[in-house]
C-alpha cells in the first residue's frame, strides 16, 4: 500500500520528496508522519509505502487518507 502526500501550494515542483516506508510499526509511523505535516513548512511530497503489515498501521493510514485532502493513494 503507497499513499502520496502533496503540499505542493504554489503549483511548483515540490521541493523536498520524502520517503516513509513502514512495517508493523504503527505508533512509530504516527509520530513520523505528524512530526513532518507539523514541522516542515516548505513544498514537499511524502510517500507512505506500507509492506503489509499486520498491525493497525493499515487502518492508520486510510484515516490519514480520509481526514488530508492532499494524501492520496498510489
Given at each position: 500500500?503507497?499513499?502520496?502526500?502533496?503540499?505542493?501550494?504554489?503549483n511548483s515542483k515540490p521541493?523536498?520528496?520524502?520517503?516513509?516506508?513502514?512495517?508493523?510499526?504503527?505508533?512509530?509511523?504516527?509520530?513520523?508522519?505528524?512530526?513532518?505535516?507539523?514541522?516542515?513548512?516548505?513544498?514537499?511530497?511524502?510517500?507512505?509505502?506500507?509492506?503489509?503489515?499486520?498491525?493497525?498501521?493499515?487502518?492508520?493510514?486510510?484515516?490519514?487518507?480520509?481526514?488530508?485532502?492532499?494524501?492520496?493513494?498510489?
Amino acid at each position: 500500500y503507497m499513499l502520496s502526500i502533496d503540499t505542493n501550494i504554489r503549483n511548483s515542483k515540490p521541493f523536498l520528496s520524502i520517503i516513509v516506508l513502514n512495517w508493523n510499526r504503527e505508533l512509530l509511523l504516527r509520530n513520523t508522519v505528524y512530526s513532518i505535516l507539523h514541522t516542515i513548512s516548505f513544498d514537499y511530497e511524502m510517500f507512505i509505502i506500507d509492506n503489509a503489515s499486520t498491525d493497525h498501521s493499515p487502518d492508520w493510514i486510510r484515516l490519514l487518507e480520509k481526514n488530508y485532502s492532499n494524501v492520496k493513494p498510489k
